[in-house]
């Protein structure tokens, strides 16, 4: 992986990576675990760049392609000025080679809205995939969506997702370090059920004798999120990380999600060795 500053107010990215390890993974194998859609491709290259980052009005542009499998490109737009953060989010995503994942053609797009004053911020995002397939990506957290969140991605065939957030800062209380964050995401119009057949989202079921899509048609679900998060200030402990998070996802069967709710508690501790 190649990373330069050269340039000034741009970011130049580049990488070849031959091997992945997920998240509930100890090793690294050749084989990569996607969004329903699993591959031992030979590996992924990418190439990208964050542009104009030290100005309020900012972006990013990157292409990558993972062997045999799909092209994806990706495009960010951005504006921060005066406590209101604009946000615009664009994926573009097709089979290549030999298609190991089946047939993809896909477009992902989220626009979001920050708007903070005082302790207070408030936000609202949009999310759109386009496509009789979902929105494919390697791994459990690397892609750049507005309702891309704690447990749901929101990324299923034809899917429209809506986000409305709130931040506190409690410092405001007289708790500096303290934040707390609730989130509502609601996606609809889910239709899996024209994903070519054979490809990873529409497989054939032996026992059933029949192509078996893996989302149906109608599919909708929710996530609500809420996080209380504590930075101890000062001290023996300082820069001692805690948080609580409360995560509850419904669904119905098209969707083909899980009803859950979990709680989960983060601890993080820097060590500080000095300059090594």
Same mark, same amino acid.
């Given at each position: 992986?190649?990373?330069?500053?050269?340039?000034?107010?741009?970011?130049?990215?580049?990488?070849?990576?031959?091997?992945?390890?997920?998240?509930?993974?100890?090793?690294?194998?050749?084989?990569?675990?996607?969004?329903?859609?699993?591959?031992?491709?030979?590996?992924?290259?990418?190439?990208?760049?964050?542009?104009?980052?030290?100005?309020?009005?900012?972006?990013?542009?990157?292409?990558?392609?993972?062997?045999? *499998?799909?092209?994806?490109?990706?495009?960010?737009?951005?504006?921060?000025?005066?406590?209101?953060?604009?946000?615009?989010?664009?994926?573009?995503?097709?089979?290549?080679?030999?298609?190991?994942?089946?047939?993809?053609?896909?477009?992902?797009? *989220?626009?979001?809205?920050?708007?903070?004053?005082?302790?207070?911020?408030?936000?609202?995002?949009?999310?759109?995939?386009?496509?009789?397939?979902?929105?494919?990506?390697?791994?459990?957290?690397?892609?750049?969506?507005?309702?891309?969140?704690?447990?749901?991605?929101?990324?299923?065939?034809?899917?429209? *997702?809506?986000?409305?957030?709130?931040?506190?800062?409690?410092?405001?209380?007289?708790?500096?370090?303290?934040?707390?964050?609730?989130?509502?995401?609601?996606? *609809?119009?889910?239709?899996?059920?024209?994903?070519?057949?054979?490809?990873?989202?529409?497989?054939?079921?032996?026992?059933?004798?029949?192509?078996?899509?893996?989302?149906?048609?109608?599919?909708?679900?929710?996530?609500?999120?809420?996080?209380?998060?504590?930075?101890?200030?000062?001290?023996?402990?300082?820069?001692?990380?805690?948080?609580?998070?409360?995560?509850?996802?419904?669904?119905?069967?098209?969707?083909?999600?899980?009803?859950?709710?979990?709680?989960?508690?983060?601890?993080?501790?820097?060590?500080?060795?000095?300059?090594?």
């Amino acid at each position: 992986m190649l990373n330069s500053h050269e340039i000034d107010g741009m970011n130049l990215v580049a990488g070849h990576f031959t091997a992945f390890k997920n998240q509930d993974s100890s090793s690294g194998k050749g084989n990569f675990y996607g969004y329903g859609a699993n591959t031992e491709a030979g590996g992924i290259t990418f190439l990208g760049t964050d542009l104009f980052t030290q100005s309020p009005v900012g972006g990013a542009l990157y292409a990558s392609e993972l062997g045999d *499998s799909w092209h994806q490109y990706y495009a960010n737009l951005h504006l921060k000025q005066s406590g209101v953060l604009l946000d615009a989010n664009l994926y573009r995503t097709q089979d290549t080679g030999k298609a190991l994942a089946g047939a993809i053609d896909t477009t992902a797009f *989220s626009l979001s809205g920050k708007y903070t004053v005082d302790a207070h911020a408030f936000t609202l995002a949009y999310q759109k995939i386009n496509g009789d397939t979902p929105f494919v990506f390697v791994g459990g957290d690397s892609i750049y969506l507005a309702n891309s969140i704690k447990y749901a991605d929101f990324n299923g065939a034809h899917e429209r *997702s809506w986000q409305a957030r709130y931040d506190l800062d409690l410092s405001i209380f007289g708790i500096p370090g303290l934040t707390f964050m609730t989130r509502y995401v609601m996606g *609809s119009q889910i239709d899996g059920t024209h994903a070519p057949k054979g490809g990873a989202y529409n497989p054939f079921d032996e026992s059933a004798g029949e192509y078996v899509p893996e989302q149906g048609d109608g599919g909708r679900h929710w996530e609500r999120d809420i996080d209380l998060h504590y930075i101890v200030q000062s001290g023996a402990a300082k820069g001692l990380s805690l948080q609580l998070s409360h995560v509850s996802h419904r669904a119905n069967t098209a969707q083909a999600g899980d009803d859950i709710d979990r709680v989960y508690v983060v601890v993080q501790y820097p060590l500080n060795f000095g300059h090594l």
